[in-house]
C-alpha cells in the first residue's frame, strides 16, 4: 500500500543519515477503503490526491510541535508499505505503520518550495486555532494548503537538503 507519512526536513535529513526512520506514532494517510467509501466520485489518483494532503496538514501540527533550524515546510514523505493498517476510528485515510521506513521503501518525498515558506509559519501558528474552528485560522492554513507540494525523487533527497 503506498502510505503518505507526514515529516519535516528533519526527518527527511534523519532518513538520509540513519538509512530510516520512524514516523511519529506510526502514523500516515492512504487510499483507505473507508477514504474510497467517503467519496462518491474520484478515481484512485484523486483519492491519493486526498490522502496525501492530509498528511501535508499533519505535516504542520509536526512544524508547530518541534524546533529546527531547517526552513519551515511541509514535507510528505511516500513510502510503500505492506503492513499499513486502517484507522477509521481516527480518520476515513488514517493508517498506522508498525515500524521505521527504509530508503528503500521510499517512492518519493513532497515538500513545499521556499515561496509557501511564509503562509506555513503562519499556518504553523494558528493550527491548533484552526482545529478548534477559528474560521480566521482555517482560512490561514488554506493559504498554506493552496501551495503545490515539489516532488523529489529520493536520488534527489541529499541535494535538496543542500540547497536549503
Known sequence: MRVYL???????????DDGQWMPLGG???????????????????????????E???ASIRLLAATESELPVRRV?????????????????AVVRISGPVTEKQVVA???DGADAEPSVRAAVECIDAADL?????????????????????????PF???LL
Do not use: C, I, K, N
Open 6 to 16: 507526514p515529516a519535516t526536513l528533519a526527518d527527511v535529513q534523519r532518513l538520509l
Open 27 to 53: 502514523t500516515g494517510f492512504a487510499l483507505t477503503p473507508a477514504l474510497r467509501e467517503a467519496y462518491s466520485a474520484g478515481d484512485d489518483e484523486e483519492l491519493a490526491e486526498v490522502a496525501q494532503r
Open 55 to 57: 498528511a501535508a496538514r
Open 76 to 92: 510528505v514523505v511516500v513510502a510503500e508499505r505492506t503492513d499499513a493498517v486502517p484507522r477509521p476510528d481516527l480518520d476515513t
Open 109 to 111: 518525498v513532497h515538500v
Open 133 to 157: 474552528g477559528d474560521e480566521d485560522a482555517e482560512l490561514t492554513l488554506g493559504d498554506a494548503e493552496d501551495h503545490d507540494l515539489a516532488w523529489f525523487a529520493t536520488q534527489e533527497l
Open 160 to 162: 535538496l537538503l543542500e
